[in-house]
T-cell receptor, first 114, second 109 residues
Framework: NAGVTQTPKFRVLKTGQSMTLLCAQD?????MYWYRQDPGMGLRLIHY???????AKGEVPDGYNVSRLKKQNFLLGLESAAPSQTSVYFC?????????????FGPGTRLTVT | GDSVTQMEGPVTLSEEAFLTINCTYT??????LFWYVQYPGEGLQLLLK?????DKGSNKGFEATYRKETTSFHLEKGSVQVSDSAVYFC????????FGTGTSLTVIP
């Protein structure tokens, strides 16, 4: 099992460009999450999904969109990148909700917006 | 709101030294508490957890005790190894997960 994988691992964008980060899991998990990690701060939840075709906002959703068209994939989109979105992005998945089940994390994507 | 405050790093120790990484929390209700570890180039992995006051989580020689009176969940290991070099995250589960900032540990031979 590959677990949770993220593509790409690194990316540099110019302000205003768009991109999509891909998260894939092969554990048949229902729940998937996107977090961002910034220096001096903990991981913060951007968006999450409780199943195929569903999405919900987390703590810091502004400037991001997500889609969960297939159970195994969770996409994070930046329509018009800003320097404030420079961060490390982590995807995670879990069998059930965070009140009961462990989250499994991907290795992260380091994004720089210039 | 809920939050986790974690000891600043980086921490550098010699092999076989004693490790403590401090973690305190603020929460309403009775949260579950976790320690995650991130090895270089990998995602976060659950290291240990405790779901109620006075519970002790343990794994791979690491321990942490849920102290409600001091709102703490400090991570300890009696004798660290080079392979323990990683970033450690304290986390709290309330209505969602709240993570600390991470503490980088380097163990030198």
């Amino acid at each position: 099992n590959a677990g949770v994988t993220q593509t790409p691992k690194f990316r540099v964008l110019k302000t205003g460009q768009s991109m999509t980060l891909l998260c894939a899991q092969d554990m048949n998990h229902e729940y998937m999450y996107w977090y961002r990690q910034d220096p001096g701060m903990g991981l913060r939840l951007i968006h999450y999904s409780v199943g195929e075709g569903t999405t919900a906002k987390g703590e810091v959703p502004d400037g991001y969109n997500v889609s969960r068209l297939k159970k195994q994939n969770f996409l994070l989109g930046l329509e018009s990148a800003a320097p404030s979105q420079t961060s490390v992005y982590f995807c995670a998945s879990s069998y059930g909700g965070w009140d009961s089940y462990e989250q499994y994390f991907g290795p992260g994507t380091r994004l720089t917006v210039t | 709101g809920d939050s986790v405050t974690q000891m600043e790093g980086p921490v550098t120790l010699s092999e076989e030294a004693f490790l403590t990484i401090n973690c305190t929390y603020t929460a309403t209700g009775y949260p579950s508490l976790f320690w995650y570890v991130q090895y270089p180039g990998e995602g976060l992995q659950l290291l240990l957890k405790a779901t109620k006051a006075d519970d002790k989580g343990s794994n791979k020689g690491f321990e942490a005790t849920y102290r409600k009176e001091t709102t703490s969940f400090h991570l300890e290991k009696g004798s660290v190894q080079v392979s323990d070099s990683a970033v450690y995250f304290c986390a709290l589960r309330g209505n969602q997960f709240y993570f600390g900032t991470g503490t980088s540990l380097t163990v030198i031979p």
